[in-house]
């Protein structure tokens, strides 16, 4: 920046020779004064002063001291393209470049040939993302100069950008967000003051559920232009994606007010309407115990925008909700794991899910999912729902006698006695002694479960030790004999009479 830092030859001189004067000081800082009455100085000389003394502060890096000097320079002598080109140089040095490109272009109205002041719009033009108006600099330079190379890495620079902007439209187009991001990032090495670039960004963050950045991005834009409608178009994106619809409606509409053709805003206050409208109505259906319709209005709901991954979790828990009210209960896990993808902290949709892997008989689902939920929040409630999944598997893991007879739990003492009857005729060894070895082996197998299932389930006390969860003494079960419980059940009663016989149909 040579015009800002030139100090002539003459100068030095007369500063040299000042140094070297020994006069009486007193003497001629009267005389100067005197003569400063008689002739005083003009707006010229003291803008040229003001310069000089810029000039200083800005070699000094004390750009906003250096700021004030041009000023009032420009004050003096508006006229001067030199004084409007250094001004726009201290503004670029404090990265305000809308007001270094207003300095740099008012030097070309005031001189067209001032190629410095081309070079500083080209600079301007790239850092705030302008590629036209950064091609048009650079071409009037080389008009101006063919030889010139002020501009040779700006030159790159914005082939580059024009390059990034085309990759980036075609990842938006795509919604590969993070790809956007990516070489958002690239070009705002290249033009750092892009607030279209930073804006872009923001809002594919929002888009990926890094709303907090996406947040910060927006409001530093908001700071440097309050009625940015795209700015606030951001921040309604931010609060739509966090579940906060009301205010999210209330920001598009600001941005509208602003920016009447804003479509982005117009579309998504549509979406951020209906999301509201379908949540509120599908809970009113639940509520009132209208799950079928309520399923309906929630699969409908989750339709609207797979990005919004805060309101879907909810979505999903409701409809899971509703399923278990259904007796759907392999579809409430299924929505409950959609769920836990979406968000993996979310403590409700976890324990509703550990909930139905009980009733659906997975104990060993049902007591991870507690174990987990309990790392995420250590409550009585949870600890005592770990507690019985375990007790609930410990039991799962023994023979289930009910099931080996084929009745239910509160079946009768008279249910019990023709279940076993019927069981053990069926499995009796006699009745197989013409089979294979193998199929011998698998009926003797099933026979003395049969019997062991009487035994205990046709004693009041083991089988209230059973129905408790206890285990059932080893040596007891050891010392079990199927063909004499057998014999004892057709020979005094159980089987139909005291002289009871039967005989086998092969």
């Known amino acids: 920046m040579e015009d800002v830092i030139e100090i002539s030859d003459s100068e030095r001189e007369e500063s040299s020779s000042t140094s070297e004067m020994d006069v009486d000081t007193q003497e001629v800082n009267n005389s100067a004064a005197d003569a400063e009455q008689i002739v005083p100085k003009d707006a010229a000389t003291i803008a040229e002063e003001k310069k000089k003394l810029g000039n200083d502060q800005y070699k000094a890096q004390n750009y906003p001291s250096a700021l004030k000097l041009y000023s009032d320079a420009i004050s003096l002598c508006p006229d001067s393209a030199a004084y409007y080109g250094n001004r726009a140089a201290c ?3 404090l990265l305000n470049y809308n007001s270094a490109l207003t300095d740099a272009r008012h030097a070309i109205r005031l001189d067209p040939s001032f190629e410095k002041a081309y070079v500083r719009v080209a600079k301007c033009c790239l850092a705030l993302g302008d590629i036209i108006g950064t091609e048009q600099a650079v071409k ?15 030159q790159q620079a914005v082939q580059k950008l024009r390059q990034l902007e085309t990759t980036i439209q075609s990842n938006y187009d795509s919604q590969a967000y993070r790809n956007v991001v990516f070489y958002l990032d690239s070009a705002l090495k290249l033009a750092p003051a892009c607030l279209r670039y930073r804006l872009l960004k923001a809002e594919c963050l929002a888009y990926l559920g890094r709303c907090d950045e996406a947040l910060d991005l927006a409001v530093g834009v908001m700071k440097l232009d309050s009625n940015s409608a795209d700015a606030i178009y951001v921040r309604g994106l931010c609060l739509y994606y966090t579940d906060n619809l009301e205010k999210g409606i209330l920001h598009f509409e600001r ?29 009113m259906l639940f509520k009132s115990g209208r799950y079928r319709e309520a399923h309906v209005v929630y699969t409908d709901a989750l339709k609207i925008d797979e990005h919004n991954k805060d309101i879907n979790s909810k979505l999903l828990y409701n409809r899971a909700l509703v399923n278990t009210r259904i007796s759907a209960l392999r579809e409430a896990v299924a929505d409950c794991n959609r769920v836990l993808e979406l968000n993996a902290q979310y403590l409700k949709a976890l324990l509703l899910r550990a909930r139905c892997h009980g009733d659906l008989e997975k104990f060993e689902e049902a007591v991870a999912d507690y174990e987990t939920a309990l790392q995420l929040e250590k409550t009585p409630e949870i600890k005592r729902l770990l507690r019985d999944a375990k007790f609930a598997l410990k039991k799962s893991k023994r023979k289930d006698y009910y ?3 084929g009745i239910a739990r509160n079946a009768t003492e008279d249910e019990i006695k023709k279940a076993y009857r019927k069981k053990a005729l069926v499995h009796h060894p006699d009745r197989h002694a013409g089979s ?7 009926e003797e197998i099933k026979f003395k479960e ?5 035994a205990i389930l046709s004693d009041a006390r083991k089988k209230q030790r059973y129905d408790s969860g206890q285990d059932i003494e080893e040596q007891e079960q050891a010392d079990f004999d199927p063909n004499q419980m057998f014999r004892s059940f057709f020979q005094f009663g159980g089987g139909g009479g005291r002289n009871a016989s039967f005989n086998f149909e092969y």
Not at 140 to 154: G, H, K, N, P, R
Not at 436 to 442: G, I, P
């Open 403 to 405: 099931k080996i007879l």
């Open 140 to 154: 009037t330079v080389a008009e101006l100069d063919s030889q010139s190379t002020a501009l040779s890495s700006e």
């Open 450 to 454: 049969v019997g062991e299932a009487y």
């Open 436 to 442: 294979s070895l193998e199929v011998r082996q698998d």
């Open 255 to 283: 941005a509208l007010q602003l920016d009447p053709d804003h479509h982005k805003s117009k579309k998504m206050r549509s979406k951020c309407k209906q999301l509201k409208e379908m949540k509120e109505n599908g809970n």
């Open 91 to 93: 503004y670029m040095m």
